[in-house]
C-alpha cells in the first residue's frame, strides 16, 4: 500500500510538473509571438500606407502626364492653324494678283480675236440682280449674237470700292454670273464661249470719289470677241444703263 501510495504521488507530481511546464511554454510562446504579430500588423499597415501613397503618386503623374499632352496638342493645333491661316493668306495674295489678268492670258492665247460689240449693265449698291433696264441693254446686245461666228464673249464683273475686298470678288462674280445666266438661256449662247471672272474693286473704270463714279464701278462689262474678218460683221455696241442711283 505504501509503494501504491507513493506512484501515485509521483504520478500526480509529474502531472502538477507537467502541467506547469505545459503552462510556462504556452506562456513563453505567447510572449515570443506577440511582438511578431504586432510587428507584423505595424508593416501591413505601413505596407497599405505606402501603396496609398504610391497610388497618389501615381494618380498625380499620370494627371500630369495628360495635362502636359493637352497642353501639347493644343500648342500643335495652334500651330496648324497658324499654318493655314498662313496658307489661306498666302493663297489669297496670289489670287489677286492673278485674278485681274487671268481673263487676259486666256484671250491672248487665242488667234487674234477682236472686239466686234460690247455692252455694259449697272447695278444698285450690293445688288446683284438684273433691272429691267439692265435686261434692255443686254437683248439689244444679244440680238447680234445670231449672226456672230467663232466668238467669244468676255463678261468682267466689276465693284466700287466699299467694302472689304473678298466680299467684293464674290459680288461682282455674282454680277457676271447673272448676265451669263441671261444670255445662255435667252440666246442659246453655249458655256464654252464665256470667259468670264469678277475683278471685286481691284479694277475702277471712274473715280471712286463720286456717287456716279461708284456708280459706273458697279458694272459688268460683256465685249464680243471674234476672230473671223468681216466687214459685214457685227459692229454695234450698247451703252450702259443708269438705274436709279443707290
Known amino acids: 500500500m505504501r509503494m501504491h501510495r507513493f506512484g501515485f504521488v509521483l504520478?500526480?507530481?509529474?502531472?502538477?510538473?507537467?502541467?506547469?511546464?505545459?503552462?510556462?511554454?504556452?506562456?513563453?510562446?505567447?510572449n515570443q509571438t506577440a511582438p511578431l504579430v504586432t510587428h507584423?500588423?505595424?508593416?501591413?499597415?505601413k505596407t497599405a500606407e505606402n501603396e496609398r501613397d504610391i497610388h497618389d503618386v501615381d494618380q498625380r503623374a499620370q494627371a500630369g502626364i495628360h495635362q502636359a499632352q493637352q497642353s501639347a496638342d493644343t500648342a500643335n493645333q495652334n500651330a496648324q492653324q497658324a499654318n493655314q491661316a498662313a496658307n489661306q493668306a498666302d493663297n489669297a495674295a496670289n489670287n489677286v494678283a492673278q485674278r485681274a489678268d487671268s481673263l487676259d492670258e486666256v484671250v491672248k492665247n487665242l488667234d487674234n480675236y477682236k472686239q466686234v460689240a460690247n455692252v455694259t449693265v449697272t447695278f444698285g449698291f450690293d445688288k446683284s440682280v438684273l433691272t429691267a433696264d439692265d435686261k434692255q441693254q443686254l437683248d439689244t446686245f444679244g440680238?447680234?449674237?445670231?449672226?456672230?461666228?467663232?466668238?467669244?464673249?468676255?463678261?468682267?464683273?466689276?465693284t466700287d470700292t466699299t467694302?472689304?475686298?473678298?466680299?467684293?470678288y464674290e459680288l461682282s462674280q455674282r454680277r457676271a454670273d447673272a448676265v451669263v445666266q441671261y444670255?445662255?438661256?435667252?440666246?442659246?449662247?453655249?458655256?464654252?464661249?464665256?470667259?468670264?471672272?469678277?475683278?471685286?474693286?481691284?479694277?475702277?473704270?471712274?473715280?471712286d470719289n463720286?456717287?456716279?463714279?461708284?456708280?459706273?464701278?458697279?458694272?459688268?462689262?460683256?465685249?464680243?470677241?471674234?476672230?473671223?474678218?468681216?466687214?459685214n460683221g457685227p459692229q454695234n455696241s450698247a451703252s450702259a444703263g443708269q438705274p436709279n442711283g443707290q
Open 163 to 168: 467694302g472689304p475686298a473678298q466680299y467684293n
Open 11 to 30: 504520478a500526480a507530481g509529474a502531472t502538477v510538473i507537467f502541467g506547469v511546464t505545459g503552462c510556462a511554454t504556452k506562456k513563453y510562446v505567447r
Open 210 to 231: 463720286t456717287s456716279a463714279g461708284r456708280l459706273k464701278n458697279r458694272r459688268v462689262q460683256v465685249q464680243l470677241l471674234s476672230n473671223q474678218s468681216s466687214e
Open 143 to 158: 440680238a447680234q449674237l445670231n449672226s456672230a461666228k467663232n466668238y467669244i464673249l468676255e463678261v468682267t464683273g466689276g
Open 40 to 45: 507584423a500588423g505595424e508593416l501591413d499597415q
Open 183 to 207: 444670255l445662255a438661256s435667252k440666246y442659246n449662247v453655249p458655256a464654252r464661249r464665256f470667259y468670264l471672272i469678277g475683278v471685286g474693286k481691284d479694277v475702277q473704270v471712274a473715280p
